[in-house]
């Protein structure tokens, strides 16, 4: 077996600029003066930008001290050149090329909350790049916008390939995996995970349970040896073989962006695993990660409560 470095964290997936813009009418137009063909709006809050995607945990895992290798693409352009300084600054070595435009999400969010998103997805991450990496102690990805049947296969040939050499494996399959693969393809996935993660809504999309602790003990028959259910204001419950699911509780926060805060939750997770420590202490930071990070408000760059291997407090 080929021996692993215990200190790099390798993640591949896609790097988002998302800008947010709060309070925006979609509906009905404000005339200003001579400007009566169009549609003006002076904004209460300022653009919001920060870091989406997979490459969002990348991030946050440099920030928390991890040597981290991110495969993922970056646009040659004002987007990616910005992008580019966060990972410096978070020490996350980039692993592939550089491409013409940057992957770019704008969300409009009117007063209501109601949200419009607006992607450009970009070119689809070059998953055959990652092969060449056998010192890492942990892969991770997750699904992403657009995300089709040959990337789930592509993800999977990368799932098999880390667990053959003794890299532990993490996925959080998301939301967009659900329209582009069948139940049997995405199982198929789970038998070289360690550690998968996800939403209780979305990894309830492929396998509908009474209880969250029905949800994690059938998943744990599928292959992964520890299951992690995000539950967004009622904290997460997870398992592993061998012991019983426990549930750990989080404080609610109302009205709060709740961008970056699952993200958040994987890198605190991940970090922790990769630091020898139990599944429920590495819950237990997770959740308040992510609790912190909805707490700021200003998304996954709300790092700044992170120091190098440690939390502060809000």
């Known amino acids: 077996m080929t021996s692993v470095k215990k200190n790099l964290i390798h ?31 002076f904004l209460k809050h300022p653009l919001e930008p920060s870091l989406g995607g997979t490459a ?12 981290v290798l991110l495969n993922t693409l970056v646009g040659n352009d004002t987007f990616g050149a910005l992008l580019k300084t966060w990972f410096d600054d978070a020490g996350v070595c980039l692993l592939g090329p550089f491409v013409e435009s940057t992957a770019t999400n704008v969300l409009l969010a009117e007063p209501d909350g109601t949200p419009h998103w607006h992607y ?28 089709s049947e040959t990337d789930l296969k592509e993800m999977n040939n990368l799932f098999v390939k880390f667990s053959s050499q003794g890299s532990k494996v993490a ?23 360690d550690c998968l993660v996800g939403t209780e809504s ?6 509908g349970c009474d209880s969250v602790t029905e949800l994690i003990q059938h998943l744990l028959q599928l292959g992964p040896s520890q299951v992690v259910v995000k539950r967004g204001s009622e904290g997460a419950a997870f398992g592993e073989i061998g012991a019983e699911v426990q549930m750990l509780p989080t404080e609610r926060i109302d009205n709060a962006n709740a961008v970056g805060a699952g993200d958040a939750f994987n890198a605190a997770l991940l970090h922790s ?14 959740i308040q990660l992510a609790t912190n990070t909805l707490r700021r408000g200003k998304g996954i760059l709300g790092a700044e409560l992170i120091e190098k291997g440690h939390f502060r407090e809000a």
């Open 202 to 207: 979305e990894l309830s999309l492929w396998y």
């Open 120 to 147: 450009f997805t970009g070119k689809n991450v070059e998953w055959e790049r990652s092969l060449s990496i056998s010192d890492a102690s942990w892969f991770y990805t997750s699904g992403f916008g657009q995300a």
């Open 273 to 286: 695993l990769n630091q020898g420590v139990s599944l429920f202490d590495s819950v237990k930071t997770a």
């Open 171 to 193: 996925f959080d399959p998301g939301p967009w995996l659900f329209a582009n693969v069948s139940q049997e393809q995405m199982q198929d996935s789970w038998r070289s995970v």
């Open 56 to 67: 969002a945990t990348a991030y946050l895992l440099g920030c928390l001290g991890e040597n």
């Open 11 to 41: 993640v591949a997936g896609n790097a988002v600029m998302d800008i947010r813009v709060r309070d925006v009418h979609q509906s009905g137009r404000q005339q200003v003066e001579a400007w009566d063909r169009g549609s003006v709006h």
